[in-house]
């Protein structure tokens, strides 16, 4: 009695996990090959941000208090807008991957930090979509940025970039970036509609 009853229930659990199994593979979007097998977990990579002042990006407001214009300081309120390319080395001459849309409002009174928002659209590693991210940063030193959101195959992306300069003491104008991306997919971003990038 006790074994029929066991031997019913392994029947019971066997043909509930063939039901989930079933139900997965059905509720996969066709067209999901790039990033089948990444929901619900993590993906991290590290790309370089290439920055040129007057050429890929430019102060668009003058800030109005607090520090001067220095090496690593902008008045209060100073507005730059970036259209920075992403490559996969810290040299400038290696493969893009990525290009980085943005712009920045320095928002202490030091000069030193900032609001900082982007859209960062990647073709890397078979990922192709976008990124979106809001948040402070620092001039000098790393910071966060909260992933606020995707588009393609990074749709319902969380996590958070951080960016730290590579040669703040570059000869010119021209800054590198070290930007590392620290994605996680939740899992129910398995079941949600998908969108274009
Ligand atoms: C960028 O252009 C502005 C306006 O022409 C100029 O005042 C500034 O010195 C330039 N900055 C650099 C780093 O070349």
Not at 14 to 22: D, G, K, N, P
Not at 145 to 170: E, I, K, Q, W
Not at 179 to 185: D, K, M, P, Q, T
């Amino acid at each position: 009695m006790a074994a029929a009853g066991s031997s019913k229930t392994a029947n019971l659990l066997l043909c509930l996990t063939m039901i989930s199994f079933v139900q997965l593979a059905q509720s996969s979007p066709s067209g999901d090959k790039g990033i089948k097998g990444f929901h619900g977990k993590k993906l991290s990579f590290t790309l370089y941000q290439q920055e040129t002042i007057n050429k890929t990006s430019y102060m668009v407001v003058g800030g109005v208090a607090g520090a001067g214009v220095s090496e690593t300081t902008t008045p209060f309120g100073t507005v730059y807008v970036f259209r920075d390319d992403l490559t996969v080395r810290a040299e400038r001459s290696s493969r893009v991957a990525g290009v980085v849309e943005g712009t920045s409002v320095t928002t202490s009174f030091d000069g030193l930090r900032s609001l900082s928002l982007g859209k960062i659209t990647l073709d890397h590693r078979g990922h192709r979509g976008s990124v979106s991210v809001l948040g402070g940063t620092h001039n000098t030193r790393p910071s966060d940025c909260p992933v606020v959101g995707g588009t393609g195959d990074f749709g319902y992306a969380v996590g958070y970039v951080r960016t730290s300069p590579v040669n703040l003491r570059a000869r010119g104008s021209s800054v590198t970036f070290k930007v590392e991306f620290h994605l996680y997919w939740p899992p129910y971003a398995h079941y949600a509609p998908t969108s274009k990038h």
